[in-house]
């Protein structure tokens, strides 16, 4: 298994500022991702975070508005940039390892308030 | 594109019963499937996980199944308790990618 730290758990911030959400690992895992959960909605994967090279995103989310680090194989940042009211949602981070029958864990989220 | 669907959206059911949650998705070549569980405004617990290879898996009260040629999974709740109250949800992925999710479904046990 895997113990996530992710912080901040909640924030609310002003329109225009930016965040930044800190992933941490108990345990070296090959794969990070960060999703979001906006209202009353499931899931959805923003990218996966790649050690010591750029993030991959999915369709609709771009490098300039969610930045992603992740220097080593157990921390993982993304940062929400110039923050609208329509960034309120959960921010959460998931690790694996690479392979079938390995289980996927998560963090307990931040939720962001977006004002 | 891997689609993820759950029925029903929402269920209500007294103390005891025992209940079915379903979850079908559209590529049935998939990796693993899983099943978690959200309270309100909390991360995700990890109930299940199944690989392709398997048809299902246990644990404590909780029973899921997969068809993987038919792109279907169930998960059994026995004995329901209020304490199972909160959101259920169905995800699969494919080699080295990540979880993709259904909607959910919000279980309310009454007491």
């Known amino acids: 298994s895997a113990v996530i730290s992710q912080k901040p758990s909640r924030d609310i911030c002003q329109r225009g500022t930016s965040l930044t959400i800190q992933c941490q690992v108990d345990s070296q895992v090959t794969m990070m991702f960060w999703y979001r959960q906006q209202p009353g909605q499931s899931l959805t994967l923003i990218a996966t975070?790649?050690?010591?090279?750029?993030?991959?995103?999915e369709s609709g989310f771009v490098i300039d508005k969610f930045p992603i680090s992740r220097p080593n194989l157990t921390f993982s940042t993304l940062t929400v940039s110039n923050m609208s009211p329509e960034d309120s949602s959960i921010y959460l981070c998931s690790v694996t390892h690479r392979g079938q029958g390995t289980e996927a864990f998560f963090g307990q989220g931040t939720r962001l308030t977006v004002v | 594109k891997q689609e993820v669907t759950q029925i029903p959206a929402a269920l209500s059911v007294p103390e005891g019963e025992n209940l079915v949650l379903n979850c079908s998705f559209t590529?049935?070549?998939?990796?693993?499937l899983q099943w978690f569980r959200q309270d309100p405004g909390k991360g995700l617990t990890s109930l299940l996980l199944?690989?392709?290879?398997?048809r299902e898996q246990t644990s404590g009260r909780l029973n899921a199944s997969l068809d993987k040629s038919s792109g279907r999974s169930t998960l059994y709740i026995a004995a329901s308790q209020p304490g199972d109250s909160a959101t259920y949800l169905c995800a699969v992925n494919q080699a080295g990618t990540a979880l993709i999710f259904g909607k959910g479904t919000t279980l309310s046990v009454s007491s």
């Open positions: 199944i690989q392709s290879s398997q």
């Open positions: 590529d049935s070549a998939i990796y693993n």
């Open positions: 975070a790649n050690q010591g090279s750029e993030a991959t995103y």
